[in-house]
């Protein structure tokens, strides 16, 4: 069974900065991308940014310049730096992986339970 845990959300004021991480655990062939996603109340839920195991990454129009998204393969892990936060950036953000279980399988896609990010004075 795969699992991905998020943690580093808190409340910090506009023009702060936070680290989220996503570490994921449990049996798997390989982890291919990793991804953040954010939904903030009333709205859908939006990709911010994902990274293939390769290291490339992308990023939504609104966090270009501001957030970064890194991974440690030896750890399984995949975090989110934010910097220059805006009140607009208040959102659960969940982590995403697509991961095999063995060579031969197709990848599934797991999710982490979230974790709150508040921006505000």
């Known amino acids: 069974q795969v699992q991905l845990v998020e943690s580093g959300g808190d409340l910090v004021q506009p023009g702060g900065s936070l680290r989220l991480s996503c570490a994921t655990s449990g049996s798997f062939f390989s982890i291919n991308t990793m991804a953040w996603y954010r939904q903030a109340p009333g709205k859908q839920r939006e990709l911010v940014a994902d990274i293939t195991s390769g290291g490339t990454t992308r990023y939504v129009d609104s966090v270009k310049g501001r957030f970064t998204i890194s991974r440690d393969n030896a750890k399984n892990t995949v975090y989110l730096q934010m910097n220059s936060l805006k009140p607009e950036d208040t959102a659960v953000y969940y982590c995403?992986?697509?991961?095999?279980?063995?060579?031969?399988?197709?990848?599934?896609?797991?999710w982490g339970q979230g974790t709150q990010v508040t921006v505000s004075s």
């Open positions: 995403n992986a697509k991961v095999k279980r063995s060579f031969y399988s197709t990848e599934n896609i797991h």
